[in-house]
């Protein structure tokens, strides 16, 4: 495999982007109120294949349950909807969820078992939603104290019952979210000594000054992982929550981050390309290396006729202009997991962002390339 795959997606800026088990469809929020499924066609390339008409406001966010096969998409019209597929039909079904809430709805995640999801929204609260047989609809329960403004990320423990959420008021927290109406039956852990019910908080942290764009547990969930709008990037471990590893960068605010192992991670954001950072079992973080490859220079006498049309279509000039060296011409606004090693390592992952395109980086391909990376 290259070091990395492109596609121009789309001319809109993307706002989520998800794949389904065997990496043959691909969920995209373009910025508009409908989402967009796309089929890999044999050419590798992704294709619209179907489109899903429920919201009647911009979609923010989507993901895809891979194990049962069912997508979740929440927009500003403070709504979310399950989308489960009909075989008989061959089209996607909505499902009624019952979010409750009075501003829009900002970011949705399925939860590990995907037995539940969490949608963060305007409205200073947390929405945990599960399934009601009864009457065929998925329910939701608040998280609201202490939030204070906008959820911009969530993110689920691997244990399937532990939340971490970052917000517009500076803070990154870790919420108990085990749910007695599913009986669960959760275990303790550094980030929950004693067993708490629904809701409560387990632990907070400062992000400076800067809203929380994005944050992860680590594959073991032992470290927990967040970028803010102040251009730093901080780490804690579970084992030492009084003690928070924070680097302030020089460089625009990252926007997503995604673990690769338990010792590194990918993040990126308005500088338009992905970095990775090293962490050490502490908690501990240090720069690791720039996985954006520069673009070799091009002039514009070698382009062809159609070619220097297409240019006129897209940039609305054939001349040269600023040229960005990097993949990415806008902000990346997401990171997924594209595939993973036995071990549950990350051996290739997913940026989309404000530009339309897709890119697909291979990690040993790029172990191969940078001298300096290290994962």
Same mark, same amino acid.
């Not at 669960?184 to 550094?190: F, G, K, V």
């Not at 460089?251 to 192992?261: A, K």
């Given at each position: 495999?290259?070091? &990395?795959?492109?596609?121009? *997606?789309?001319?809109?800026?993307?706002?989520?982007?998800?794949? &389904?088990?065997?990496?043959?469809?691909?969920?995209?929020?373009?910025?508009?109120?409908?989402?967009?499924?796309?089929?890999?066609?044999?050419?590798?390339? !992704?294709?619209?294949?179907?489109?899903?008409?429920?919201?009647?406001?911009?979609?923010?966010?989507?993901? +895809?349950?891979?194990?049962?096969?069912?997508?979740?998409?929440?927009?500003?019209?403070?709504?979310?909807?399950?989308?489960? !597929?009909?075989?008989?039909?061959?089209? +996607?079904?909505?499902?009624?969820?019952?979010?409750?809430?009075?501003?829009?709805?900002?970011?949705?995640? +399925?939860?590990?078992?995907?037995?539940?999801?969490?949608?963060?929204?305007?409205?200073?609260?947390?929405?945990?939603? =599960?399934?009601?047989?009864?009457?065929?609809? +998925?329910?939701?329960?608040?998280?609201?104290?202490?939030?204070?403004?906008?959820?911009?990320?969530?993110?689920?423990?691997?244990?399937?019952?532990?939340?971490?959420? #970052?917000?517009?008021?500076?803070?990154?927290?870790?919420?108990?979210?085990?749910?007695?109406? *599913?009986?669960?039956?959760?275990?303790?852990?550094?980030?929950?000594?004693?067993?708490?019910?629904? $809701?409560?908080?387990?632990?907070?942290?400062?992000?400076?000054? #800067?809203?929380?764009? $994005?944050?992860?547990?680590?594959?073991?969930?032992?470290?927990? $992982?967040?970028?803010?709008?102040?251009?730093?990037?901080?780490?804690?471990?579970?084992?030492?929550?009084?003690?928070?590893?924070?680097?302030?960068?020089?460089?625009?605010? !990252?926007?997503?981050?995604?673990? *690769?192992?338990?010792?590194?991670?990918?993040?990126?954001?308005?500088?338009? =390309?992905?970095?990775? =950072?090293?962490?050490?079992?502490?908690?501990?973080?240090?720069?690791?290396?720039?996985?954006?490859?520069?673009?070799?220079?091009?002039?514009?006498?070698?382009?062809?006729?159609?070619?220097?049309?297409?240019?006129?279509? !897209?940039?609305?000039?054939?001349?040269?202009?600023?040229?960005?060296?990097?993949?990415?011409? &806008?902000?990346?606004?997401?990171?997924?997991?594209?595939?993973?090693?036995?071990?549950?390592?990350?051996?290739?992952?997913?940026?989309?962002?404000?530009?339309?395109?897709?890119?697909?980086?291979?990690?040993?391909?790029?172990?191969?390339?940078?001298?300096?990376?290290?994962?």
């Amino acid at each position: 495999m290259s070091i &990395n795959i492109q596609q121009q *997606l789309f001319f809109e800026p993307i706002s989520g982007h998800a794949f &389904n088990a065997d990496l043959t469809q691909l969920v995209v929020s373009d910025s508009s109120q409908n989402t967009k499924i796309l089929k890999k066609d044999a050419s590798g390339k !992704y294709k619209e294949h179907k489109t899903l008409m429920q919201h009647i406001e911009r979609v923010t966010s989507v993901d +895809w349950a891979p194990k049962s096969n069912r997508i979740v998409t929440c927009g500003g019209d403070r709504n979310a909807y399950v989308w489960t !597929y009909d075989e008989k039909s061959d089209e +996607w079904k909505p499902g009624l969820v019952l979010l409750r809430i009075n501003r829009a709805a900002t970011y949705v995640r +399925w939860s590990p078992k995907e037995d539940r999801f969490a949608v963060g929204s305007g409205a200073r609260l947390l929405s945990v939603c =599960y399934f009601d047989p009864e009457n065929n609809w +998925w329910i939701s329960k608040h998280i609201k104290k202490p939030i204070r403004s906008t959820i911009l990320c969530v993110d689920w423990h691997p244990n399937n019952y532990l939340l971490a959420v #970052g917000s517009c008021d500076f803070k990154c927290r870790v919420f108990a979210s085990a749910l007695k109406e *599913l009986q669960d039956q959760p275990e303790t852990s550094d980030w929950m000594p004693k067993l708490s019910k629904f $809701g409560t908080l387990l632990a907070e942290f400062d992000s400076n000054s #800067g809203w929380v764009h $994005g944050v992860q547990f680590s594959l073991s969930g032992g470290l927990l $992982g967040w970028v803010a709008h102040d251009c730093s990037v901080n780490v804690v471990n579970a084992a030492n929550q009084a003690k928070v590893y924070t680097i302030l960068t020089n460089i625009l605010p !990252y926007m997503s981050l995604l673990w *690769l192992s338990d010792s590194s991670f990918v993040v990126a954001g308005h500088s338009n =390309y992905p970095d990775v =950072y090293n962490v050490d079992p502490s908690g501990q973080v240090k720069y690791g290396a720039k996985l954006d490859v520069k673009k070799s220079a091009s002039t514009d006498d070698n382009l062809s006729a159609r070619a220097r049309f297409q240019k006129l279509d !897209y940039q609305g000039t054939d001349e040269a202009g600023t040229q960005l060296d990097t993949i990415h011409l &806008n902000a990346v606004t997401e990171l997924r997991a594209v595939s993973r090693a036995p071990d549950n390592t990350v051996t290739a992952f997913s940026s989309t962002g404000k530009d339309g395109k897709l890119v697909i980086w291979d990690i040993k391909a790029l172990c191969k390339s940078i001298a300096s990376l290290k994962i």
